[in-house]
């Protein structure tokens, strides 16, 4: 086991001598970028306090044991200490043999009261609400071009997580995936508890392939593995995948005649349907995709004036949701405010 809280008797690295810590000085225990780094934080009334185990090798450098942390040094990144929540996450990593290498950086304050340090292989990141976490890899990089804990993503939530073909890591703002075939992005807001609804990565969507990326008016769209999320003010956050997306192409995408979709997709008799603000796409093993075109002889439409008193009633009367526009449609059988009432049979 490889002791580094507390060395009673430990060899000096200068001329092999021995002493305590107890009984050493700081002078007679470090060497000089340890012992400055050390000095340059206020001794052992500094925030390290006393000295607890004299300096000893690493495999490429070397440390030395305090009260309060630990200060490391090499030749390629000099003394930087380590104290605190960093602490012990850096030797949950394995510390300096870990992934994250020697620090290379001092702890430094950043927003909403939190402070980072930065490392050869990524950097630590601590705020109130969050702890501890660090932030490696290909994540790095994507969250720097996000603006690191200042930009939306905000403070890492969680250390990354390993799932199926990939990875993944929450922040604040959203959470981070990753897999060989589509690298790095986030994904937030809308899109996030869209992607949730739909199975995360193992739902139809995958993994995402880019950002999320502005659209007409106002709107936003983000492409995936194996579809695209669709977000506009009117019409929330919807997903299309395989033959729906190939037909919703068709048309223009969302700046074509369909405009945005208003539902994600759901079963009908016969088959499945997509609702969009201009119409729809149905689709059966029979028929394929068809543009505002049923797949089947709908049920023949009430007359005008008809009320539903619940949604038993609408799918005793249609077998089927009930559509906005539709004789009978009103909002208090459309829940979630999509364009479409009574969306599951409730009999």
């Not at 939306?152 to 959470?175: C, D, K, M, N």
């Not at 492409?223 to 033959?243: D, E, I, K, N």
């Amino acid at each position: 086991m490889r002791g580094r809280a507390v060395v009673t008797v430990l060899a000096l690295l200068a001329g092999g001598a021995v002493a305590t810590a107890g009984a050493a000085s700081a002078a007679d225990c470090l060497q000089r970028p340890v012992q400055a780094r050390y000095d340059q934080l206020g001794g052992a009334t500094g925030k390290l306090g006393a000295v607890t185990a004299c300096e000893q090798p690493t495999r490429t450098g070397s440390f030395a044991a305090f009260e309060r942390g630990a200060v490391y040094s090499s030749p390629t990144t000099g003394a930087w200490d380590v104290s605190g929540s960093f602490h012990g996450l850096w030797a949950g990593t394995g510390w300096e043999n870990g992934f994250l290498g020697y620090p290379v950086s001092g702890e430094d304050p950043s927003a909403a009261g939190g402070v980072y340090q930065n490392y050869q292989g990524g950097t630590l990141y601590w705020s109130p609400p969050t702890g501890a976490h660090s932030v490696s890899g290909a994540f790095h990089g994507l969250y720097g071009s996000l603006g690191y804990e200042r930009g939306f993503l905000g403070y890492p939530a969680s250390q990354e997580v390993p799932i199926r073909g990939g990875v993944l890591q929450r922040f604040q703002g959203g959470t981070a995936y990753w897999s060989p075939s589509t690298g790095a992005h986030t994904v937030s807001g809308a899109f996030l508890g869209l992607y949730g609804r739909l199975g995360w990565e193992d739902g139809c969507l995958g993994y995402p392939a880019t950002q999320e990326l502005p659209s007409t008016g106002s709107g936003a769209y983000q492409r995936f593995q194996g579809g695209t999320a669709y977000w506009s003010p009117s019409t929330g956050a919807h997903a299309l995948c395989g033959v729906f997306l190939d037909a919703y192409g068709s048309t223009g995408w969302e700046n074509g005649s369909l405009g945005y979709p208003t539902s994600d997709e759901y079963a009908i008799p016969g088959g499945r349907r997509v609702d969009f603000q201009r119409g729809y796409v149905e689709w059966s093993a029979a028929t394929g995709t068809r543009v505002n075109q049923p797949i089947a002889t709908p049920p023949a439409t009430p007359p005008s004036g008809v009320h539903y008193q619940n949604c038993t009633a609408v799918w005793n009367a249609l077998g089927r949701p009930i559509h906005r526009g539709e004789p009978g449609f009103r909002d208090a059988l459309d829940r979630d405010r999509d364009g479409v009432g009574c969306e599951e049979d409730p009999r």
